[in-house]
């Protein structure tokens, strides 16, 4: 421990990843005098790690590190397990590679028990904008649009390229504002800014100018994804049009997964520190709008009472998303009643 937090200290990051460092924990887990904190790493976010152990020294906590190169270390699921039993906040800093073993012990021991922030595939262009949002008026534009949504009885979502699609939610589910102000046990990913449901159907078209994203995190060549056309009927993907490759690539993964052809969340995005696609999910699918995620129903904060084994995501561009007959998105921005100036 002693060897790995020295070499941390005696890095320099830029300011803008020491900015990051202090949104996450200052603002995002509110770490506090005397708390003992777990940076888990991987080897290429040094940097990162540095400014948490520096943001963790500034709140006069105490901090932990664990480096996680390959191969994996023996027994690092155990060690893990001992160091998080101490600690009261962990942060974990990884590529989507990192061991999904690693990555589940540090999430689902965090459930009422400690605070998490998961930071997958954190790149420089995402710190430079998501990470250093504020989140707090991410935090309250998801509660605005959460309270206009519980009285919605529809989604009306079209674009300019295309799509026009109508959503309901299951009644039975419940909209979840991640905003990533994790102050209580448990854990969320970070970058944050999703409020999300699971449906209980959408029927229409709709375009992925913005983007597909496979389950196993691989993205569809952009210039294919935008001419990609999905169908929809009560919920279910019934046809998809558009460049051969692409179209049997989404088809290939959806219908390999159980309920991969069922929309299992509707998404908007809320944070508004996020300018412009940059083509990578962590914060792609943070950039205020409305997108889909196929398969994968989140029923851990949504309440579904069924689930996927797979994840496609698909995102479009400046689209308008009325609730009813309320416009809340222009062209990709949310109206004027639900930017973070109007609030006090």
């Known amino acids: 421990m002693a060897q790995v937090l020295g070499q941390l200290r ?20 509110a770490v506090r005098e005397g708390e003992r904190v777990l940076v888990v790493y991987e080897d290429g976010y040094d940097d990162l790690a540095a400014a948490i152990v520096m943001a963790v020294d500034e709140a006069r ?73 504020d989140y707090h008026a991410v935090h309250d534009i998801g509660n605005q ?21 109508r959503t309901r939610r299951d009644p039975g589910c419940r ?39 496979l389950s196993d995190g691989l993205v569809i060549d952009r210039a294919d994804a935008r001419k990609l056309v999905l ?7 019934t046809r998809v049009d558009g460049p051969e490759e692409a179209r049997a690539q989404l ?27 940059i083509g990578q999910h962590s914060q792609d699918v943070k950039l205020p709008g409305f997108h889909l995620v196929l398969g994968y129903s989140a029923p851990e904060v949504t309440s579904a009472n069924w689930n996927g084994d797979g994840m496609v995501t698909v995102l479009q561009r400046q689209e308008d998303v009325w609730l009813d007959a309320r416009h809340v998105i222009q062209r990709g921005r949310y109206v004027t009643a639900l930017r973070p100036s109007t609030f006090p």
């Open 251 to 277: 088809l290939r993964d959806v219908d390999s997964h159980s309920h991969g052809r069922r929309v299992g969340q509707i998404a908007f995005g809320t944070n508004v520190g996020v300018l412009a696609p």
């Open 61 to 133: 906590g105490d901090v932990d590190a664990v480096k996680v190169g390959v191969p994996v270390i023996p027994n690092i699921i155990e060690k893990l397990e001992r160091r998080l039993s101490k600690c009261e906040v962990s942060v974990m800093l990884a590529s989507f590679t990192f061991p999904r073993n690693v990555r589940t012990v540090l999430t689902q021991s965090a459930i009422g028990q400690r605070r998490h922030a998961h930071m997958l595939g954190v790149s420089d262009a995402v710190i430079r904008q998501s990470l250093r949002a």
């Open 10 to 29: 005696r890095i320099l990051p830029a300011e803008h990843v020491v900015a990051a460092g202090r949104a996450v924990i200052a603002d995002c887990l």
């Open 145 to 165: 649009l959460i309270r206009l949504l519980e009285t919605t009885y529809e989604v009306k979502v079209e674009s300019p390229g295309g799509t026009d699609l």
């Open 231 to 237: 169908r929809f009927d009560r919920g279910l993907l």
């Open 175 to 213: 909209w979840y504002n991640q905003d990533g102000l994790q102050h209580e046990p448990g854990w969320t990913n970070l970058p944050a800014g999703e409020v999300v449901t699971s449906p209980i159907s959408v029927d229409g078209t709709f375009v992925c100018d913005g983007g597909v994203w």
